[in-house]
């Protein structure tokens, strides 16, 4: 949703009755995530995408009926002899797609849903997709790591799904719970989707130099919030790195353990290291490296790599802290500009964060989507 949610706070504050689609479930090669959104407003403009052109026509006229309705409906589409042309998924996935009216009568919080995503505070709302009474589906709960508000229809239900929505909240997880009708954890009849909307993770580019500026503008194209940090305040400057959220002068390691002190790094951020000098790069690795980060990498040759594991070594680090360094950095692309290096860089990041393993996809077998399953249990 966060890709419709300017649009969609827009027409609420003007009192418009949309309609939201959101791919709730997904399997095998599907095109789009859980949390990818459409709206349609009912002038008939469209906002977001839920599979990239492949259904969005089928969404549309479904979204209409619901504008004019009001009846919530979970569609799912696949490819069959029927539908591969008409509604179907082309790329042989199935997604599920929940479509729902959205107005300040129905969603009385979403005001404060929308302040807390933009103010970077961790919120999620939890909604009914599926329950044997209809008149629970469509439901919603706004929950944040200290209160909740909404109902989903029970007490019951509500404590359970305020806990669970918690804990995905915590992990950055966006997901599909099960449930009884009650909100019994073991039992079956009721789904609820968790949409979680965590600050945006960080990538943090040491070194000002021009394969930091690339990276810099990379790393904010693929959604992270960028802070660039050196210690040499000539180089270190807001017009070097306009892409960048931050330019910090400091020296890196005592940059990034203040950071870890104050609890503004965590298991989403990115550590790049790309000044290749060991009065910088060695005292931050000792930090990054003892860090519980997504990625770690260091920029150098072959030699400068080998040098710096030993200056590593003689400081103390131990094998399975050297393990976690990402070094040459990034993927054999045959990169020679800064900003081939960076999309190098970002190839790696990518591969390690969902399971990818750099290899030409017309020489690979199997779907192309490595697919984490959606539904997970609600206790």
């Known amino acids: ?73 979970l569609q799912r589409y696949g490819v069959s002899d029927d539908d591969a042309f008409a509604v179907g998924l082309t790329c042989g996935g199935i997604i599920d797609v929940f479509v729902e009216r959205v107005d300040v009568a129905g969603f009385p919080e979403l005001g404060e849903v929308v302040a807390s995503v933009r103010a970077g505070e961790p919120v999620a709302v939890a909604t009914v997709t599926e329950h044997p009474d209809p008149a629970w589906v469509g439901r919603r709960m706004a929950v944040w790591p200290d209160r909740a508000h909404g109902a989903l229809g029970s007490a019951r239900a509500d404590d359970a799904v305020a806990d669970d929505t918690r804990g995905l909240l915590a992990a950055g997880r966006t997901a599909t719970l099960h449930y009884g009708p009650d909100g019994q954890r073991r039992g079956e009849g009721m789904s609820v989707f968790v949409h979680s909307f965590q600050p945006p993770p960080r990538l943090l580019v040491f070194g000002a130099i021009d394969f930091a500026a690339a990276m810099a503008q990379l790393g904010s194209f693929l959604g992270y919030r960028v802070t660039v940090c050196d210690a040499r305040g000539v180089f270190t400057t807001a017009a070097r790195f306009p892409a960048a959220d931050e330019v910090v002068v400091d020296w890196p390691h005592r940059y990034l353990a203040a950071e870890a002190a104050a609890g503004r790094v965590d298991s989403r ?34 030699r400068t790599h080998e040098d710096r594991l030993a200056r590593l070594r003689e400081a103390g680090m131990t094998e399975d802290e050297l393990a976690r360094l990402c070094s040459p950095i990034g993927l054999d692309l045959g990169a020679r500009t800064p900003e081939e290096t960076a999309v190098s860089i970002a190839a790696e990041i ?23 399953d959606s539904a997970v249990p609600g206790q």
């Open 269 to 302: 951020t990115v550590v790049t290291v790309l000044t290749h000098d060991p009065k910088f790069d060695v005292p931050l690795l000792e930090v990054a490296l003892r860090l519980d980060l997504a990625y770690v990498g260091a920029m150098g040759s072959r």
């Open 350 to 372: 990518i591969a390690l964060k969902w399971g990818g393993r750099g290899e030409h996809l017309a020489r690979t077998e199997g779907p192309i989507h490595a697919h984490e």
């Open 1 to 73: 949703m966060r890709e419709v949610l300017d649009e969609l706070d827009r027409r609420y504050r003007a009192g418009d009755t949309v309609a939201l689609g959101t791919v709730v479930s997904t399997f095998r090669s599907a095109p789009r995530a859980p949390g990818a959104a459409m709206l349609v407003a009912g002038d008939g403009t469209v906002t977001g995408s839920v599979s990239g052109g492949c259904v969005e026509g089928a969404v549309y006229e479904l979204a209409q009926q619901v504008i004019e309705d009001g009846v919530p409906v």
